[in-house]
């Protein structure tokens, strides 16, 4: 692996920009976690980066086709097969799975397995607040948050739950709002819009970045 450059302690993290949405606020809000992150399309940088996170705003197709456009749709699955930490964050962490409901016939970069569902009927689409995270194992990416945790999020659809689910929040019933397996994390929700909660929770994330640059 390429040694990652940094700032003092800062590990380099590489936001992949594949010009949809506003994709900055997530790098700002790993700024102010500690990390020196860059807003990127650049191949080597990817490459060379401690770590990559995959933001994410708008529709799953809309937002599939920009990544096979920029080309950083195989990066994307290349940086989270190769060892180092990956964070998917709303539709980003949509995008990792097999395909969504919300396009049908568009496959996803099939990260994790399972499909997208619609939230359950009965309930306000989107869903647009803020809501208690209920953690369902031990998670590093979850460790020493308060609880409750409010967290902000903006959505329709989830992730089916899994062995991977560290985190639910409740919605007309138990929603998938975090997964971590290994070296690839997700939030349903958006952390860089959670106020303290969201910076204590990607302070965690970058933390485990620098311990493995360190390493």
Not at 8 to 19: C, H, I, N, T
Not at 52 to 64: K, S
Not at 131 to 138: A, G, M, S, V
């Amino acid at each position: 692996m390429i040694p990652a450059p940094s700032t003092g302690d800062r590990p380099l993290v590489a936001v992949l920009d594949y010009e949809i949405g506003n994709l900055r606020s997530a790098q700002k809000g790993l700024e102010r976690a500690g990390a020196d992150a860059r807003l990127t399309a650049d191949p080597g940088l990817i490459a060379a980066a401690a770590a990559v996170v995959l933001p994410g705003v708008g529709a799953f197709g809309r937002c599939m086709e920009a990544l096979h456009r920029t080309g950083l749709a195989d990066i994307a699955v290349d940086a989270a097969a190769s060892g180092r930490p990956f964070l998917g964050i709303c539709v980003g962490m949509q995008l990792m799975y097999e395909g969504s409901d919300e396009s049908p016939g568009v496959p996803g970069l099939d990260i994790q397995p399972g499909t997208i569902r619609r939230l359950p009927a009965g309930v306000k689409h989107p869903q647009m607040q803020w809501n208690i995270l209920r953690p369902t194992r031990p998670s590093a990416l979850l460790d020493g948050l308060p609880d409750p945790a409010w967290v902000y999020f903006v959505h329709s659809y989830a992730a089916e739950d899994g062995d991977d689910t560290v985190a639910h929040c409740d919605y007309g019933g138990p929603v998938v709002a975090a997964i971590e397996r290994g070296t690839v994390s997700a939030t349903q929700f958006h952390p860089e819009k959670s106020g303290d909660v969201g910076l204590a929770l990607l302070a965690n994330w970058v933390e485990r970045v620098r311990v493995g640059v360190a390493a």
